[in-house]
């Protein structure tokens, strides 16, 4: 079974757009994404927040800013705080490549 990343509106949040990272329910599965974020696109990553059913880690480099989210009742999801065109198919194009390279290391 693959690793996806399907797109949602977050109605409740303004109509966020999300990335729902699909059949990759791991815990620490954040940590995984956000250190291929930081290795390829030379992000950094603010200290991890852990929270009781919850964990957030946020990745920035200049004015690119994400939130990196693990949440025991959805999973992993990831989305850009500026919800501008340009900030969302940048996202989509580096997630394309986070899906790959899981992808890729599931297989071995």
């Known amino acids: 079974m693959s690793i996806q990343v399907v797109k949602h509106i977050n109605k409740d949040e303004n109509n966020r ?9 791991f815990l620490d599965g954040n940590d995984l994404v956000a250190k291929i974020l930081c290795e390829e696109y030379q992000m950094l990553s603010d200290e991890k927040i852990d929270g009781m059913y919850y964990s957030i880690i946020k ?7 994400y939130d990196l989210i693990w949440h025991e009742d959805v999973g992993n999801y990831i989305f850009s705080l500026k919800q ?9 194009q580096r997630l394309e490549f986070v899906v790959s390279k899981l992808n890729d290391m599931i297989k071995v």
């Open 17 to 25: 757009i999300e990335y729902l990272f699909v059949n990759f329910d």
């Open 59 to 65: 990745l920035h480099k200049g004015s690119t800013e």
């Open 84 to 92: 501008d065109e340009t900030s969302t198919i940048e996202l989509e």
